[in-house]
């Protein structure tokens, strides 16, 4: 019989509530063990929670049966006041019971998963809901949560089958006629499935950068004001989410929401010509961080002209301390004129960046479909040649379906699971 595992569902600390979560054929044993009984799948009920003829506290009380409830497990939620004492009186309660234990890490998850009720890219996808930090993020990880790359995969695999099936019955029928040509068939198939494979391959590129966002770097002369404009823009909207100590000294790093996009904003004001060795290469290499940027932000001093071989395609150029010289393209970090229009550039430029990206949101993921797309070129090739084999493009079908089995955890994730789950906190 599987365990019956308990945690707190929600964040430690005070709060007006707190989530504890009991997963497990002893669910409702625990719950009558709190004097808690007569409870109704899917239905909240208010009951004091009692032991030892004392009331320990009293909040609502959810029931889900087994099949019914996020684990798949019989679940028991019980909806506490989230003060320290309480949680700790009620988590310690439980783990005196017969048969019931903390949960690990991930581990109410974990059972999902292994119950059927998420395939492994939703796992994922809630990893990164619960980490999103801006729009992009939430909405991206939200659309896999809800399933959507295992409805294509579903659907792909489907188009697998009937291609293998049409396959197998030509070689079965080889020596008798064959009442249709099924080969035309086949290669329309496989020739959809190289594309839609590809194109989810090309659309990943979007989605990694809204996961792990956009490198925009401020560059310039010194003393043209770049470390002024990180802090004006810095100052400005008030969606930080948080600021972390540039990797190296020449570059400080700001991160920011620009427009539901996660953005760090480089200042590599530090860069200065220098003969001390020691400081050139931390100036080289933060002159390639902000070579390799996303998005650059050349600002320019009133009046200077731009010298077409310091500025990338792609590249924004402004003229700053326009509070001194009035440009069209000018902007001052003293009053913060034209502060919103480069904030709505950048929010553009990226914004176009990540349109018409795909559902792969993990290398794990795009690592499975590029191995499928592999094997559809090569049933290609199979089908396309001037010597035709039915067999070989019958073996690449079944390795594309072996890679769709291993993106949605049916197959080949063994190994993956610990370090997935590891990623987790208790109570997940
Ligand atoms: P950096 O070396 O490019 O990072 O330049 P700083 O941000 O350190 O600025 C250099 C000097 O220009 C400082 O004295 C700033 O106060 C000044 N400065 C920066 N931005 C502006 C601006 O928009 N208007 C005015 N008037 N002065 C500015």
Partial sequence: MTDTIFALATARGKAG???????????????????????????????????????????????FEQGASFTGDTVVEFQIHGGEAVVSALLKFLGTLPGLRLAGPGEFTRRALENGMLDLTQVEALADLIDSETEAQ?????????????????????????????????????????????????????????????????????????RAGFEVAIIGAPNVGKSSLLNALVGRDAAITSS???????????????????????????????????????????????????????????GDTVAPANVDIGDIVVWGKADLAPVPQGLSSVNGFGLDRLIEEIGQRLQRRVSGSGLLIRDRQ????????????????????????????????????????VLVGKIGVELLLDEIFSSFCIGK
């Fill in 17 to 63: 509530i707190a989530v504890v979560r009991v997963s497990g054929p002893l669910a409702l044993e625990a719950a009558r063990a709190l004097g808690v009984t007569g409870l109704k799948s899917r239905r909240v009920a208010f009951r004091q929670l009692v032991t030892d003829g004392e009331v320990l506290d009293s909040g609502l009380v959810l029931f």
């Fill in 138 to 210: 939430r909405r991206q990880a939200q659309r896999v949560l809800s399933g959507a790359i295992g409805q294509r995969a579903a659907d792909w695999r489907r188009d697998l089958i009937r291609a293998a099936a049409l396959i197998e019955a030509t070689i079965d029928f080889a020596d008798e006629d064959i009442p249709v040509n099924v080969i035309p068939e086949v290669c329309a198939i496989v020739d959809q499935l190289a594309n839609a494979f590809q194109a989810e391959i090309e659309g990943s590129h979007g989605t990694e950068r809204i």
């Fill in 244 to 302: 972390v100590a540039g990797t190296t000294r020449d570059v400080i790093e700001v991160r920011m929401d620009i427009g539901g996009l996660p953005v760090t904003l480089l200042d590599t004001a530090g860069l200065r010509d220098t003969d001390d060795e020691i400081e050139k290469i931390g100036v080289d290499r933060a002159k390639e961080r902000a070579r390799l940027a996303d998005l650059r932000v050349l600002l320019l001093a009133p």
């Fill in 366 to 405: 795009r690592l499975a479909i590029a191995r499928a797309s592999e094997s559809m070129v090569s049933a290609q090739r199979w089908l396309y040649s001037e010597d035709p084999s039915l067999e070989l493009a019958a073996a690449d079908i079944r390795s594309a379906s072996y890679a769709l089995d």
